[in-house]
């Protein structure tokens, strides 16, 4: 499999682009006036305790108060287990009091109008590994398959942390044929830098930030550079320096992959980037056989439902079902990457008869779900035939960073009809009529909607003249939406 990742910087907006065989996987975004909030760390307020949800908001000096779970707090460290999480048992009054100072860190940046949801279960990544300082033992990443390196990777670890040092450590996928050495030097990095957040969070007033995470064109390289990524290619020079010296420095057997994109044509447009964004906006989303997913994002929940337009098949109304959910299988994984979709996703299969059928379609996403950087859970298929699964969220989908509600339906997805509006008009006009006193009606609306009113209802609104004993005149309103209107009395 050949990967390459696409940087495109400028002034206001950083963009990276992952690229596996020629498709678009992912996309990240980072805007000067909203930068994310995932694992900065900050030294916050307690502005509220609530028992009832076993919670308190945090202020941390932004927008909006942040959300802190009893779950999420560390416990003292006589109380924590060995592991890198302590089940909360207190009530949340016996760890945090209202007015108190925290130290916590953004475990989920701010959702559509939630605020960033926190942790004090601090964790520091740097290229090979992730401390946690108020963790125990070492962990290894699930990607790192093979027994004798996942026990060689534990043993190098666990040979250069002081006998009772505080902290535990997690092994990332990158350190997958590490060195002791560069190991080591990660972990002697680590520690420097958690003392020194540690230091700067004694100092701080609360409601500032104390450390805040690389920004985007640096942490694609520390999150998602390794051998399975052929180049990296970045369209600013400054960018372009500041990645290679951070390459030379941390993982100096990669720093050739990076390389300054000089064409003269925008590095998005070269490769179609840009219109395959355009496309991770629309609803329906094509699968080369004819069939086509339709794809509905809420609060709540995301649907995905499967159908098989115009494919027809070759053999029988099964196999053509069948070959569908296969290959709907594989476009599904690439848009739950590509649009980042995260929380609880329902998928809506074609219905196969063949219980054989099911289970490989099944097994077929979860296969394509492997190549997921984010964490997946895939539940048995349900009752009715859905397939309910979860992908952890961390960050806005692309949708909700890209987008805002329409105005016009405030996020309904759909206006009121013309014929509606029409009626609703003539019910307006007879309840002026019976409240007040007037020489003449004004009704302002939209183009269509006066078409509608001169032409299929020209007759029900001259049985209101007749009624009202008054003249009703129309006038369009450019500016008004469809479901927008008027009546004036004049």
């Not at 996987?25 to 609530?50: D, P």
């Not at 830098?193 to 004694?202: A, H, P, S, T, V």
């Not at 960050?395 to 509600?405: D, I, P």
């Not at 309904?412 to 006193?437: M, P, S």
Request: proline share 4%; hydrophobic share 40%; aromatic share 6%.
């Amino acid at each position: 499999m050949s990967a390459e990742i696409l940087v495109n910087v400028t002034s206001r907006e950083t963009r990276a682009a992952v690229i596996e065989n020629g498709v678009l996987q992912e996309v990240f975004i980072e805007r000067a006036n909203r930068l994310g909030l995932l694992g900065n760390i900050y030294k916050g307020r307690v502005s509220r305790v609530l028992p009832g949800m076993q919670a308190a908001f945090i202020d941390l000096g932004l927008e909006r108060t942040a959300f802190l779970h009893a779950s999420d707090i560390a416990a003292p460290a006589n109380h924590v287990a060995e592991g890198f999480e302590a089940p909360r048992t207190e009530n949340i009054r016996d760890l945090v009091t209202e007015g108190g100072e925290i130290l916590v860190q953004v475990l989920k940046d701010p959702l559509g109008t939630k605020g960033a949801r926190l942790t004090t279960f601090t964790s520091i990544p740097s290229r090979y590994l992730v401390f946690m300082p108020k963790g125990h033992g070492i962990g290894v990443s699930a990607r790192i398959e093979d027994e004798q390196e996942r026990k060689r990777l534990r043993e190098t670890v666990s040979q250069f942390i002081p006998p009772d040092e505080p902290g535990g450590y997690i092994v990332r996928t990158a350190a997958d044929g590490a060195s002791p050495d560069a190991l080591r030097a990660d972990m002697l990095f680590l520690r420097r830098l958690w003392e020194m957040i540690r230091e700067k969070g004694l100092r701080t007033s609360p409601g500032s930030l104390v450390h805040e995470d690389l920004p985007l064109c640096v942490r694609i390289l520390r999150d998602l550079l390794n051998e399975g990524i052929d180049r990296v290619s970045v369209d600013s020079p400054a960018a372009f320096e500041r990645m290679r010296e951070f390459a030379r420095t941390f993982m100096p057997e990669s720093a050739g992959k990076i390389v300054q994109y000089a064409n003269g044509r925008p590095i998005f447009d070269m490769h179609g980037i840009e219109e395959e964004i355009q496309k991770a906006l629309d609803r329906k989303v094509p699968l080369k056989s004819g069939g086509y997913l339709m794809i509905d994002q809420t609060e709540a929940m995301t649907t995905i439902d499967v159908n098989t337009g115009a494919y027809v098949g070759h053999r029988n109304l099964e196999e053509t079902i069948f070959r569908t959910n296969l290959e709907a299988a594989l476009g599904i994984a690439r848009q739950l990457r590509l649009r980042n979709l995260g929380g609880i996703i329902i998928i809506d299969f074609i219905d196969m008869q063949e219980e054989e059928h099911r289970g490989q379609v099944i097994q077929a996403l979860e296969r394509y779900l492997d190549a997921d950087h984010a964490k997946t859970h895939i539940s048995s298929v349900s009752p009715l035939g859905l397939v309910e699964m979860t992908r952890k969220r961390t960050r806005e989908s692309l949708e909700h960073l890209l987008c805002r509600g329409c105005p016009t339906c405030e996020g309904r997805g759909f206006v009121k009809a013309a014929e509606t509006v029409c009626y609703e008009i003539f019910r307006e006009i007879v309840r002026q009529n019976r409240q007040f006193d007037f020489q003449q009606l004004l009704v302002l609306a939209h183009q269509d909607v006066i078409d509608l009113l001169l032409d299929e209802e020209s007759a029900a609104l001259a049985e209101l003249e007749v009624l009202t004993a008054k003249p009703i005149r129309l006038q369009t309103e450019a500016l008004y939406s469809v479901d927008q209107y008027d009546v004036v009395l004049m």
